[in-house]
């Protein structure tokens, strides 16, 4: 009897010390494959290379997604 306890214990202590570890990790990694929102609209160049973008982006669209939508 009194080994399990000292294991439940022994494993309570295992599960708070891990949780208090894992609760001080910084997990904010700034990704590093496109920009951040801030540095896309703090400049007015930026801004319209993003715009650019986005237009390109609908040219790729098939017609019929663009004439279903107004119906």
Same mark, same amino acid.
């Given at each position: 009897?009194?080994?399990?306890?000292?294991?439940?214990?022994?494993?309570?202590?295992?599960? @708070?010390?891990?949780? $208090?570890?894992?609760?001080?990790?910084? &997990?904010?990694?700034?990704?590093?494959?496109? +920009? @951040?929102?801030?540095? $896309?609209?703090?400049?007015?160049?930026? &801004?319209?290379?993003?715009?650019?973008?986005? +237009? @390109?982006?609908?040219?790729?669209?098939?017609?019929?997604?663009?004439?279903?939508?107004?119906?």
């Amino acid at each position: 009897m009194r080994i399990k306890n000292k294991l439940k214990y022994s494993l309570l202590a295992l599960i @708070a010390s891990t949780t $208090v570890s894992i609760q001080s990790c910084s &997990i904010d990694v700034v990704p590093q494959d496109r +920009y @951040a929102e801030e540095a $896309v609209w703090a400049d007015p160049s930026t &801004i319209e290379l993003y715009v650019d973008g986005l +237009y @390109a982006r609908v040219q790729k669209f098939p017609v019929w997604v663009v004439s279903r939508s107004r119906i």
